[in-house]
Structure formats: C-alpha cells, structure tokens
C-alpha cells in the first residue's frame, strides 16, 4: 500500500490517541510509523491522569485513618508519610505501564522511532536527523503546561514536575483554579502541606454548575485548604531557605499580602503542543491559543496532514483522544461510519471532594429550555456516621420540563465518578425522570440517591 512512500501513516506523539490511531491503522494492513520524543503513554500515563490519581489515593489515607477509630480500629501509633516511597512506587507504575505501550506498538507491528519529529512538507517527517515520508501524517502531540510571565516566575514549575519532588515542601502556593489546580491542593493538603489556592475568578471550576460548584469550594476549605479567589499572582522572589533541603519563596499576590511558600505551582492551562513542529512547511492552519484547526473528520487545511486529540482542543480528555483515534482511522481505512459525539461525555475533577458531572450544568439547561425541574439531595455519608468526618454528598438532575428527559447529572462527594460513569448511560440513552423513578435502588449505597428523588428543589 505504501508504494512511493516510507509509510503509509505517520504517526507523531505516542500518547493515548496516537497510540491507538497507530494499532487501529496498522491492524489493517496500513504501515505504520509512531515517534515519540518523550515517553509512551503521553500525559494521561506518565504525568497527568494515572500518576495523579495514585497520588489523590495515597491523600486520602489521613481521613480513612482518623474514621477507623469509630469503626473499633486502634492505630498504636499516629501514621507517617514517607514521601520518597510514594513516588517511586508510583514511578514504577508509570514505567510498567510505559512497557506495556511498548508491547501493544510492538504487537501491532507497527514500527516505533524515539526522537522527536519534525515536519518538513506534507509528506515528511525528520526525526534524529533521518528524513521519512509518509501518504499520511498524523499530529497526536497533545498539550504543554503554559507558565505566566511575571517577575519571579521562573520559580515556580508546572504539574509536570509535582511528580517527581525531591521532598513534600511544607507550604505550597497553587495558581489556577481549573481540574489540575484543585486536584493537586486536594493531593497537597491531604499530604499535610499546608495549601492555598489562587485565582483569578470568583469561583473555582468555572465551565461547571455554580451551585455545584459551590459545594466542591465548601468542602476544599473544610479540609483545610485556603482558597484565594479575585486573586493573582504579582510576583515571586527567593527568601531564606526553609530547611537545608528546601528554598524559601515570598509569593505577593495583588492585594499586596504575601505568602511564604516552599513550593509554586502553575496550574494555569495547557497549550497544544505545536511550537517547532515544523506546520510552516505545510498550508495547516493554527488557530490563536496555538491548537491545530480540523474539520469534522481531523483534516487540516493539508489534504495530507491529519490531527486529534488535545493538539486540537476540543475536549482534553483521554477518552475522547481515543474515540477521536478510532473515527479517524475508519475514516482514512474503513467504511467511514464511526462518529464521535461531543455532547454529554461523562466527567470528573478527582478533587476532594470529588466532583463528577455529565450533560447540562443548570445555567446552560436555563439557556437551553423554556423550563427545568431541579432535583437536589445533600446528605451525611453512611461511612460518616461512625467515623465522626463532617463530610456530605450533594447529588443535582436537572429535567427539561416538557420532555421529562434527565439533561444534566452532577455529584460532589465520595465514588462520584464511578457512579456518574454508570448515569452517563442513561443520559446518552435519553433516559427521562420517570425512567429514573421507575429504577430500584441498590440499599444502601449513596448511588440510589438518583433513584429516590422525588420533590423539586424549584
């Protein structure tokens, strides 16, 4: 199939969406080529989902530690973090996982390059000084931290390196208020760092339900995190050291109060990661924050240059890159009928609490439908009774009154994900309150909570 060619499909960026593009195409027949300048797996593996939810478990433990004592369990001694442990174990999660991309590519038959790759026309591709052409490229390199630029800012370093400290800092200062930002305060602060967040807007999470999100700021801030809002970050200078191991920073913010800090984090936003790519020997099109333009079926203003996942900035999810991948390699070598559809995709901030939400927020339902039934639910966790934590769930349908169809779902509270995963069927499937009120509940658990609310909140 590859005639003049060296590849019928080049592949650049072995992360989730690249990954899968590459195995799909080469189980066809197609011949396949991924490089991958940094590590298999991209961001989700290696310093994104994965490494950060092992990181959101080891911060829970504190809390589950405290509720045992009024389960009957006696804990001799107060338990300690060793921070080194946690990381590297971690660390060798990641490389397994990393292996395990190595075998699924191997498996494939398609052929992996490591190097970075740079396109020089439509149809090449250099990489370690070795040019290779290709009937098809596809641009799966995902996002970049973005780092602000203000006096000082050099000290501070992005979610990338949260991953890999030499140590814990005793204080540490989060700017941003989006998933990474309160996911790491929650990680921080359940660590034993004392943790504040910073941002620029009046309320955290700002594309999710106000009301909801509300009860994610209440219980940040009961477990002890100190949220800034209506704040920035002015600028950032060295202090004396803490401790032998670990600098001091003075973080002024523009109110002109200042915070001592051992550590700075941006969680400020990812940009695609396009910068020296080489797209200026093609005729594809970038739009102003950097990401790739495609049309429906990730065709770029070159007929030959293709690209999905965050590089786009359409969705940044894994799962999405993933479904993009698959529609994308029907599309160039099957019958073309896979979609992919961006509406009422299921997802969580692994905050703490946990947020987990699919479909409609309330003010996009408002804007959508002439009229909303709202159904809410705030109550104590069953683990709460015993174990003395002040700690609630709130759960949140939001109905279009003339259809009775469950537009939107939102959870705060313990195991929302798992729960939103499963409701996110039965709103893709246009499931309607009736359809939830005629569902037995599994007793006891929180997750019947969806199936038992029966008075409009308004």
Known sequence: MSDAFDYDLFVIGAGSGGVR????????????AVAEERYLGGTCVNVG??????????????????????FGWDIPQSPTLDWPTLRDNKTAEIERLNQIYQTLIDN??????????????????LVNDRA??????????GGWPYIPDFPGSEHGISSNEMFYLDQLPKTAVILGGGYIAVEFAGILNGLGVETHLVYRGSALLKSFDREMVEKVQEGMQAKGVRIHLNSTIEAISKTEAISKTEDGLSVLLNDQTSLDAGLVLFATGRKANTSGLGLETTNVQIQNHGAIEVDQNFATAEPSIYALGDVIDRVQLTPVAIQEAMVLVEHLYGEGQLTIDYNDIPTAVFCQPEFATVGLTEEQARAKYNDIDLYLSDFK???????????RITMKLVVDSASDRVVGCHMVGDHAAEIIQGIGIAIKAGATKAHFDATIGIHPSAAEEFVTMRNKER
């Open 108 to 125: 494939s038959g398609a052929d992996l390059i490591n190097g970075r790759a740079t396109i020089d026309g439509p149809h090449r591709v």
């Open 132 to 141: 290779y052409t290709a009937r098809t490229i596809l641009i799966a390199t």
């Open 381 to 391: 966790p069953m683990l709460q009774t015993l174990g003395g934590g002040a700690e």
């Open 49 to 70: 989902c994965v490494p950060k939810k092992l990181f959101v478990y080891a911060s829970q433990f504190p809390e589950l530690f405290q509720a045992s004592a009024g």
């Open 21 to 32: 593009a590459a195995r799909m195409a080469a189980s066809k027949g197609v011949k396949v």
